[in-house]
């Protein structure tokens, strides 16, 4: 289908063309006056100076040849020359109506398929889901949602941090309370115990402790020996579980068994789901090929013990400094499995994009990464490198976000906190003679407050720092998910019960009659070119902000208009048939950022 806008630009470029007029000056805009029209076109100004006429004059003959346009009622030329446009309601109703009928709303496939893909959620084993791995794992699903539905093949990738410091700090703590463990004794050669020494609940107070001990300073600030001594450690154990020495390895797997589940129920419950659930760790045997090649082609170096690989170009404003691909004690960074899963990437996948959700503080990382990668050779020339850096969640104090007694706040405590606070709300506001059960309370809840706490991040500009205020995420008007799926639940409610009463739905949509009707039917007519920017841009705000005008639109016209009540048949089928179309839409925009909407609320 082709777009709105396309279509009666098509329109206002035949005239210009049948004035004399070069086509390409009709093109066509949403009014920035809408107290005046609905569209514009500027090329008569545009024009002018070519064609060496006063920009009314060819304003003017470009009207005339409107004048019997199915498209528009009324075309206006105004001083100093533009083409004011207002549609003709019933070629707007037919518009839309076909869109209804189309698939996926007349969203067309793209220009070029692109396999892409996406690098985001990033949680690092062994340490609880907190809020800080919301944005990664919510603005990640999002954008690949809408790249999917834009008609993209899109492989999503958790990327587990399960190669780092963090691995070595637990092991190093797991020896000084269990000593006599069969995992530190190099001697040993038998079979492990297939139980893991630790359970879930264990292991996440080990990792903060070894980090705490790790980072113990004295008086004047300085961290002090035990610390740095414990830290040294930490890094020669996870150098050694990197280079296969056995009994770490088990301890990694023990992790690894202990934490992945819990990890995948967190996400699960979120509805985030990755394709692939990689992490660091499966690309370390692809490391020493990859150092020993970019050594070969001369383009890594030894710097104070490190390998690292120059990446600054004439052209930087900033310092860019090296890519380090090995530590100086020959232990794997974050730079090293970035790049050699970029390698793993390529190599299997061949992705035409590859994309990162990730904390904006990282930039820099990505930077030296892409700029290393493409200079060894790692990815094609053609491979696309996005880094989509997501910016701060702060409390309502405009800190970082802490709870009340400074820690961190884990994800499912938050989660369950909004799940209240939604269901004493369902229950406040429900009337009291359609009482929901126990259950489907508790369920609506779970739906309401899951799109309480991802629209209040999708609607804001991913790059932007943002304020978590779950009182006004969870309020039911305004721009708030509660406030989107109420609406939904209203046209929902309405369809219902049409039914029930056996009213049918008409197959075309009626000729809107007022301007509510029209502007509802405008909105939706931007849903295609909305699909395309937003997946352009890799922007879920986009989806979002779409949805709150088609919600406001939708809300003006039912403020106005009888519905149910309607005595006309026809018109009442052709309301509900309207009603649907709008549900579907909105169904497919909540579907991009990752919620659903309940049968009521
Ligand atoms: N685990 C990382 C962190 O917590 C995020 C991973 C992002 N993705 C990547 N390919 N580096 O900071």
Redesign the pocket.
């Known amino acids: 289908m082709k777009k709105f806008l396309t279509q009666i630009s098509e329109e206002v470029q035949a005239a210009f063309e049948k004035a004399g007029y070069d086509a390409a000056l009709g093109r066509v805009s949403v009014s920035n006056r809408p107290d005046l029209c609905e569209y514009q076109c500027n090329g008569a100004m545009a024009g002018a100076k070519k064609y060496g006429k006063k920009p009314i004059d060819i304003a003017n003959e470009v009207a005339e040849q409107l004048k019997d346009s199915k498209a528009f009622a009324s075309v206006e030329a105004v001083m100093p020359g533009f083409l004011n446009l207002k549609l003709n309601a019933a070629y707007l109703a037919d518009y839309v109506s076909d869109m209804f009928a189309a698939d996926k709303y007349g969203v067309e496939a793209p220009a070029k398929k692109e396999k892409i893909v996406i690098?985001y959620g990033?949680?690092?084993v062994a340490k609880p889901l907190h809020v800080g791995h919301l944005r990664?794992a919510i603005i990640g699903e999002s954008v690949k949602r809408i790249l999917r539905y834009a008609g993209h093949e899109v492989i999503g990738d958790v990327?587990l941090?399960d190669w780092g410091t963090q691995m070595g700090l637990i092991i190093t703590e797991l020896q000084e309370r269990k000593p006599e463990l069969p995992y530190f004794d190099e001697s040993y050669t038998g079979e492990y115990p297939a139980e893991s020494p630790f359970t879930l609940t264990e292991l996440e107070e080990i990792y903060p402790a070894a980090s705490a001990k790790s980072k113990v300073k004295d008086e004047n600030g300085e961290l002090t020996e035990a610390a740095k001594e414990f830290h040294a450690r930490a890094l020669k154990a996870t150098r050694e579980m990197q280079q296969g020495r056995r009994g770490y390895r088990q301890i990694w797997k023990h992790i690894m068994e202990v934490s992945l589940p819990d990890l995948k129920e967190n996400y699960k419950k979120m509805d985030i789901e990755f394709d692939l659930w990689m992490g660091e760790s499966d690309v370390n045997d692809m490391i020493p090929e990859m150092v020993e090649d970019m050594k070969a082609k001369g383009l890594a170096y030894i710097s104070n013990g490190a390998l690292v690989v120059d990446v600054k170009e004439e052209t930087d404003k900033k310092e860019i400094p090296p890519c380090m691909v090995l530590k100086s004690d020959g232990a794997a960074n974050?730079d090293t499995t970035?790049l050699a899963?970029l390698s793993w990437r390529e190599r299997e996948l061949k992705p035409d994009k590859v994309l990162?959700v990730?904390?904006k503080r990282?930039e820099l990382h990505f930077e030296q990464v892409f700029r290393c990668a493409r200079k060894c050779g790692l990815v094609r020339e053609e491979t696309g490198l996005e880094f989509i850096g997501f910016g701060t969640m702060n409390g309502p104090g405009g800190k970082p976000f802490k709870t009340r007694d400074g820690g961190v706040l884990r994800l499912q405590a938050l989660i369950a906190e909004i799940e209240e606070n939604m269901y004493a709300k369902i229950r406040e506001t429900e009337s009291p003679d359609a009482k929901m059960s126990e259950e489907e309370a508790r369920q609506t809840a779970k739906i309401t407050a899951l799109a309480a706490l991802k629209y209040g991040d999708l609607s804001n500009q991913a790059s932007k720092d943002y304020v978590f205020d779950v009182e006004r995420f969870t309020a039911s008007e305004g721009n708030t998910g509660p406030y989107l799926l109420y609406t939904m639940a209203r046209i929902k409610s309405i369809l219902r019960k049409n039914k029930e009463s056996g009213g049918t739905e008409a197959s075309r949509l009626l000729t809107p009659e007022d301007n509510a009707q029209k502007d509802l039917l405008r909105s939706v007519t931007a849903f295609p070119q909305m699909i395309e920017d937003a997946s352009a841009e890799r922007a879920p705000h986009k989806v979002c902000a779409y949805l709150y005008q088609l919600a406001n639109d939708f809300n003006s016209f039912y403020h106005g208009t009888k519905i149910l009540t309607e005595p006309d048949a026809e018109k009442k089928a052709g309301y509900i048939a309207l009603l649907h179309g709008v549900l579907g839409v909105m169904e497919e925009c909540i579907g991009m950022l990752g919620f659903e909407a309940p049968e009521r609320m």
């Open positions: 690098d990033g949680p690092n990664p990327h941090g974050y970035d899963t990162y990730v904390d990282q």
